[in-house]
């Protein structure tokens, strides 16, 4: 099996196979990539983020989408479940597009100071031969932010990832952070009502998730 992917930069984060066996791989790229007879051009010079789905019966590339902004946008993480597909990471940019849906940045770059990453969580679903944004979310604060990976388990969706924001805010839920100068891990869900409950969902509570009392030694907080 083989399939032409090729460009300025690109890189694989995630893959993916769904139960027909069809290959889904997701990561970043910059300036102009090509997958197979699917050419992608990023919005600046720096990463923008790919999601794309291969047939590995005929061995060529069915869709692809772009999604980003002007800085350094990174897709960390990918499930499939059905027809959708989820993707998350973490976005630099001021503003960035998905598909129809565009995020903003909580803490924006100025000409003084670069923005920091927020969280992000985006769906596409797949018609067969093509694959669309339908929905995207972000979250965070003021500084660094990350998701690093996600899982479908009933009709939720679980994201993980660590934050270095005083406050990170995720919809109607603020987390603090209990260890100023460290990060913290979080663990966020959402609904998405298109999926149908396979096993029923499972609640950890953070003593269960996290169960240190205090921030490991030697680990400080990581420089930006």
Known sequence: MASNAVGNSLTVNATAVDAAGNVYL????????????????????????????????????????????????????????????????????????????????????????????????????????????????????????????????GTSVYVTGYCYSLAASFGNTTLTNPYPGFTFGFLASLTDPTLTATAPGRVLTPAQLYPQSRPPHGYPAPAY
């Open 26 to 153: 997701a990561g970043n790229f910059t300036n102009t990539v090509v997958l197979g007879n699917i050419t992608l051009t990023s919005l600046g010079s720096s990463d923008d983020v790919f999601v794309a789905k291969f047939n590995p019966v005929n061995s060529q590339f069915v869709w692809a989408q772009r999604a980003g902004g002007t800085d350094n946008d990174n897709l960390n993480g990918m499930t499939v479940s059905g027809t959708s597909v989820y993707v998350t990471g973490a976005f630099n940019s001021n503003t960035v597009s998905f598909g129809p849906s565009i995020l903003t940045n909580v803490n924006v770059s100025t000409s003084t100071s670069a923005a920091t990453a927020d969280v992000f969580v985006a769906k596409l679903t797949d018609a067969g031969n093509s694959g669309n944004f339908v929905w995207t979310q972000r979250a965070g604060g003021v500084r660094d932010d990350i998701a690093t990976a996600l899982v479908v388990s």
